[in-house]
Nanobody, 122 residues
Framework: QVQLVESGGGLVQAGGSLRLSCAAS????????MGWYRQAPGKQRELVAT???????NSAASVKGRFTISRDNAKNTVYLQMSSLKPEDAAVYYC????????????????WGQGTQVTVSS
């Protein structure tokens, strides 16, 4: 159906930057909102940032001014540019997309990527 493949995670020092990417593939008619979520050990998954297919953005207060979400609709790809990283940003980052399939053009399904680890050393 749909696959979301994330990349760009890794180890970075506090204050550093990383750029995450998530590419969607499959029987895609349209992608509505796309977003990034994260989950640290022992914590619930939380929203980081979202973006609509029209470019409207929303982000968590904890990342405002440091993280920027963007997307390339032609490539079905969403990005998360992370700057001024802090140890508390360390988590597994998951991509989410609200996908309308070619086989069911009237319905949007939520799809998740497999996650990419971000580690921030102090």
């Amino acid at each position: 159906q749909v696959q979301l493949v994330e990349s760009g995670g890794g180890l970075v020092q506090a204050g550093g930057s990383l750029r995450l990417s998530c590419a969607a593939s499959g029987s895609i008619f349209r992608i509505n909102a796309m977003g990034w979520y994260r989950q640290a050990p022992g914590k619930q998954r939380e929203l980081v940032a979202t973006i609509t297919n029209g470019g409207l953005r929303n982000s968590a207060a904890s990342v405002k001014g440091r993280f920027t979400i963007s997307r390339d609709n032609a490539k079905n790809t969403v990005y998360l540019q992370m700057s001024s990283l802090k140890p508390e940003d360390a988590a597994v980052y998951y991509c989410n997309a609200q996908v309308v399939l070619t086989t069911t053009p009237g319905v949007a399904f939520g799809s998740w990527g497999q996650g990419t680890q971000v580690t921030v050393s102090s």
